[in-house]
């Protein structure tokens, strides 16, 4: 059924199913393809969880180096991205639970917002635009702790469903738990992110949804 | 004391963020948001917190694909045995002990299975372990259930290996 090597053919038409199972064949190309449409997304969420670069890039390499050896054992029964979203949840809520057991030496622990951004400089802190970006920015400190103080099922619940727009069932597959039980991790995390960011979202503060800022590019 | 209503109304605002209700759900809501300045608020303080969320951004991603491949293609293999020593039984036991593996193994029978890894360069797997006829899913310990196994039943521990 599966030959080890098609001259000519194109990597870029097989679904992901058929990738794993030329992976498994050995042929050259197709684990490649594999990473190359994934490896964004699972950094995307894996990066949301962790909150650093570094150990976001030693998760993504740890994740799809278990997609490879799968390869010889997978079974296409559900969507691809359902079990690549198991794969790497289980990865980050394994690395954050060993994480939060062990002593950490300060450096490696990233407060929230200071290793990828750089401070914001303020030029003239009085003006309106100036006290805007104070705000924002400061908030934008704020939610990255608040995502980061979640357990690590409720986080992974919130980068899911809010990031990634996954429904309540790919959530509840990709947690290995039940729809009831995904339901009550949301309402649990959105209960601890709105304790946390209300006093940094007063009526009178400048950020809101309609006039907000643009998104840093 | 909030009165019986808006508890139930506050209880569901969620869903409205979400514009998960139903017609008749969402009317309900909206007619006692009408008169209830109170959960007006609670309902638009959930929306600003959840709006909020957007200002966390994502670094734009290095591109590991090289980094990965090379990983995959040189990484040893890793031997996962867990709980299905305990249904091999001792002859898995003896026949691991074999191959030089160093194990610990759980002292009661009935207590739960504690997962032992080890790593073994490739090779060495390829050409031992798939002598071990006592255990009977080679592939099972070859992969392991790591990857999709429910994270509470997983302990992982680094085991010294001998004689290799």
């Known amino acids: 059924m599966l030959v080890t090597s098609r001259p000519g053919a194109d990597v870029h038409r097989d679904s992901d199913a058929d990738l794993m199972a030329l992976t498994a064949a050995g042929q050259a190309g197709a684990f490649e393809e594999l990473v190359r449409r994934h490896q964004q997304r699972v950094f ?8 650093n670069v570094t ?40 690395w954050l639970r060993k994480r939060d057991r062990r002593p950490v030496a300060l450096s490696r622990v990233a407060p929230a917002g200071s290793t990828d951004s750089p401070d914001p400089v303020y030029e003239d802190p009085d003006a309106s635009t100036g006290l805007h970006s104070l705000q924002t920015d400061e908030l934008r400190t704020q939610v990255r702790a608040a995502i980061e103080a979640l357990p690590p099922k409720q986080r992974l619940a919130v980068v899911l469903f809010r990031f990634e727009g996954r429904s309540y069932q790919e959530i509840a597959e990709a947690l290995s738990c039940s729809v009831m039980a995904v339901k009550s991790l949301l309402s649990r995390a959105r209960e601890n992110l ?20 643009e998104p840093p590019g | 004391m909030m009165p019986v209503q808006c508890e139930d109304i506050r209880s569901r605002l969620w869903d409205l963020v979400d514009g998960a209700l139903d017609e008749s759900a969402r009317a309900e809501m ?29 670094p734009a991603a290095p591109d590991l ?30 026949a691991l002990l074999a191959v030089g593996l160093t194990l610990l193994l759980r002292p009661a029978p009935d207590a739960p299975p ?45 085991i010294p290996i001998s004689g290799i």
């Open chain 1, 44 to 51: 995307n969420i894996v990066y949301r969880s962790v909150g």
């Open chain 1, 55 to 94: 150990d976001a890039e030693d998760l993504v390499q740890d994740i799809f180096l278990r997609v490879f050896r799968a390869a010889p054992r997978y079974q296409p029964t559900a969507k691809f991205t359902t079990w690549l979203f198991r794969v790497a949840t289980n990865a980050v809520i394994n």
């Open chain 1, 194 to 213: 709105r304790r946390r960011l209300t006093p940094y979202l007063g009526e009178e503060t400048g950020f809101s949804a309609e006039q907000g800022p």
């Open chain 2, 30 to 58: 909206e007619a006692h948001l009408a008169s209830c300045e109170a959960c007006r608020r609670a309902l638009a303080e959930r929306r600003r917190v959840w709006d909020a969320l957007d200002l966390d951004t994502v």
């Open chain 2, 65 to 94: 694909t090289q980094r990965i491949l090379n990983r995959a293609m040189s990484a040893p293999r890793r031997l996962i045995v867990g709980s299905w020593i305990r249904w091999a039984g001792a002859a898995a036991a003896v």
């Open chain 2, 114 to 158: 504690a997962p032992v890894i080890a790593e073994l360069p490739a090779p060495y797997i390829e050409t031992e372990l798939v002598s071990v006829e006592a255990v009977t899913d080679i592939e099972l310990l070859m992969y392991g259930d790591l990857i999709e196994a429910p994270i509470e039943t997983l302990v992982e521990k680094e």
